[in-house]
């Protein structure tokens, strides 16, 4: 690669009797550049100090060395160069300039270096050696650096840093700013170090007037208590603020948040997303999804809507929490989680339906709650309620809570406050349903996670078909008790116990009347029950999700040793050629070692080389700058 570098611009200084040592930089050089169709200005010296014509060395060669009063001072379309020592090649238009050189164009642009080369015709130039280039924005150093006042272009590819106060500092193997736009453009190992963050990417471009930044590629913004990582964003290094849009993911203490399109302001430790969203609790080992999300980490809430979906992992079986909202509040170990307008609840052995569910991670307490507001004012109407179902037991009540073990992820218990009602479809018939009824209920689980008991408290009721060993109808049992224990063998009632006030008997079933057989508030709601995960969003509308417009695709940089730049070298190349050399035979004759030496600034076998030919320069030139 150094070998095509040195090639190329070898190509350059052709034109201009190149240089001995490759030292520095030129930057500025900008905005009032002129076309090869218009007249061009010459090189103008307004200061030469010492002053020595070096005919014999090169025709037009003027040797200027500084005095004690001041630096050598030239001048260029506007253009004001110092320096200590200069060699000007008055023929070719062409300078180079040694020690402490000075650019400065207007009041935008001040550059400083060790060496410069820079040609009038062309208004290409090449700086190297601790260049440091100010505009009223940032400060850009590097090595070696190449201008085109033409395109209004600087080029770097040998590594490069930009500071930008309230930005921070970039680095970047290569790196290209354009004057008019006030942009950079960084490629390859791009770093832009913060004290409050830190940003790693592929490519960036970077405003110097607005700090704005625009992340392409595999990409990181890491903070004291964030990591956010994207494959196209964008980010507000004043403000601290950004989006990603392709593959965004933000990993906070405890929490990773992704989705399609994400908006963050780190001052806040704020977040929001829209489309296919996900939040992972690492530590609680719970998954939140939905497709708008917003999540405050100082607050260690997370808010998620349009199908948000709530699961809770566990080692055998996980548990679904879908609703209308959701939210996840509190910190690790007192982690809550509450859904909110028609929620629903899946588990294998488990499910339910409420206006909303609360859930404390701490103590394993899950309430399932109506709303009275939801509630029907006809007397004659069925409230509308929290149901539960357990195997074949459907459990309704105006609150349902249910209580588990954190730490061994199984049920432990669950309480019916006020108007309790138990329901399991008769084994056999089709129309007879066991029923219970009371003021309050609890139920024991077994360690299969199924009711293995119901106490039912104050004014219990109950109808059963009773089946002898057979399974043939023995007859119908209803009765009245102050209250009521019943245990089930794997779902099915194996016995029950009546306690004080007991009015019951049993009836054949020719005797027992069709319409007597259901409970006042009866109301069987099987066909409400979720029997997979896909059921929790049966009752949904059809979601249609926004179309995120986002950034637009990352742009490679255009070749700066591109094909025009290649016609102007050429085309300057042919009118030097065409002027008549009057002193060539005299210098030849005169002094051959030193026209010798001048072969090293203007290598002749490399002019004449068929590498210089365009068509052979184009792969070159892109692997350059690549």
């Known amino acids: 690669m150094e070998d095509i570098n040195h090639y190329f611009w070898t190509k350059f200084k052709m034109l201009h009797q190149p240089n001995q040592n490759l030292l520095s930089v030129l930057f500025c050089l900008l905005f009032f550049g002129l076309s090869f169709a218009q007249e061009q200005k010459r090189i103008e010296i307004k200061y030469s100090g010492f002053l020595e014509f070096k005919e014999e060395d090169a025709p037009g060669l003027k040797v200027m060395t500084r005095d004690d009063s001041q630096q050598i001072h030239v001048l260029h379309e506007g253009v004001n160069m110092y320096c200590d020592q200069a060699l000007l090649y008055s023929n070719e238009d062409f300078i180079e300039a040694y020690g402490n050189v000075r650019m400065i164009q207007g009041d935008t642009i001040n550059m400083t270096a060790k060496y410069l080369e820079y040609s009038g015709k062309t208004k290409l130039a090449f700086a190297s050696g601790d260049v440091v280039l100010t505009e009223p924005n940032s400060t850009l150093t590097t090595d070696t650096l190449y201008f085109d006042r033409v395109k209004q272009q600087s080029y770097y590819k040998t590594g490069g840093q930009v500071v930008r106060d309230s930005s921070g500092t970039i680095t970047s193997k290569i790196g290209r700013y ?7 453009q960084f490629v390859t190992d791009v770093v832009l170090t913060h004290p409050d963050y830190k940003i790693n990417t592929k490519h960036l471009d970077f405003y110097s007037e607005s700090g704005y930044a625009y992340l392409y590629g595999p990409s990181t913004i890491v903070t004291e208590d964030s990591k956010t990582y994207c494959e196209k964003g964008f980010y507000d290094t004043e403000n601290k603020t950004g989006y ?10 405890n929490r990773v948040f992704e989705g399609d399109s994400m908006y963050f302001d ?17 530590i609680n080992k719970s998954i939140i999804k939905g497709h708008y999300a917003e999540v405050y980490k100082d607050k260690d809430s997370v808010f998620i809507t349009k199908r ?6 566990q080692q055998k079986d996980s548990i679904y929490i879908h609703a209308d909202t959701l939210m996840v509040t509190g910190k690790p170990d007192k982690r809550i989680t509450r859904a909110f307008r028609n929620t629903k609840m899946y588990k294998s052995d488990m499910s339910g339906k409420a206006d909303s569910i609360h859930i404390n991670h701490q103590t394993g307490l899950t309430q399932l709650i109506n709303l009275s507001r939801l509630s029907t004012s006809d007397a004659f109407a069925v409230k509308r309620r929290p149901i539960l179902w357990n195997l074949e037991n459907q459990i309704t009540g105006d609150t349902i809570h249910i209580k588990s073990n954190p730490k061994t992820e199984k049920l432990d218990s669950l309480i019916v406050f006020y108007d309790a009602f138990l329901i399991s479809k008769d084994t056999i018939s089709e129309d007879n349903y066991n029923q219970i009824s009371g003021k309050s209920l609890i139920g024991l689980f077994d360690d299969k996670n199924n009711l293995r008991q119901v106490d039912v408290i104050k004014n219990a009721e109950s109808i059963f078909f009773v089946r002898n060993d057979k399974q043939e109808l023995f007859g119908i049992d209803k009765a009245k008790s102050g209250s009521l224990s019943i245990f089930f ?19 054949p079933e020719s005797e027992f009347p069709k319409n007597a057989r259901k409970l006042r508030g009866f109301d069987w709601r099987d066909d409400e029950r979720p029997k997979s995960v896909e059921d929790l969003f049966s009752d949904d509308p059809p979601l249609n999700l926004p179309i995120i417009k986002g950034l637009e695709d990352y742009v490679p940089q255009e070749e700066f040793f591109d094909e025009a730049m290649i016609d102007r070298i050429e085309k300057a190349e042919k009118s030097e050629k065409s002027k008549p050399n009057k002193n060539k035979k005299k210098t030849q004759n005169k002094n051959k070692k030193k026209r010798s030496k001048v072969s090293r600034h203007v290598p002749q076998k490399l002019m004449d080389s068929s590498k210089l030919k365009k068509e052979n320069l184009k792969p070159v030139i892109k692997d350059n700058s690549n």
């Open 266 to 282: 780190n001052t806040r430790s704020f977040a929001s997303a829209t489309n296919h969203i996900t939040v992972t609790d690492t």
């Open 178 to 184: 354009y004057m008019d736009t006030k942009k950079y």
């Open 308 to 313: 948000a979906l709530a699961i809770s992992v």
């Open 244 to 253: 990603g849009v392709k593959k965004t993911k933000i990993e906070y203490d």
């Open 489 to 507: 063998t794997e779902g099915e009632i194996e016995k029950f116990n009546r306690y004080n006030q007991i009015d019951a008997k049993t009836y």
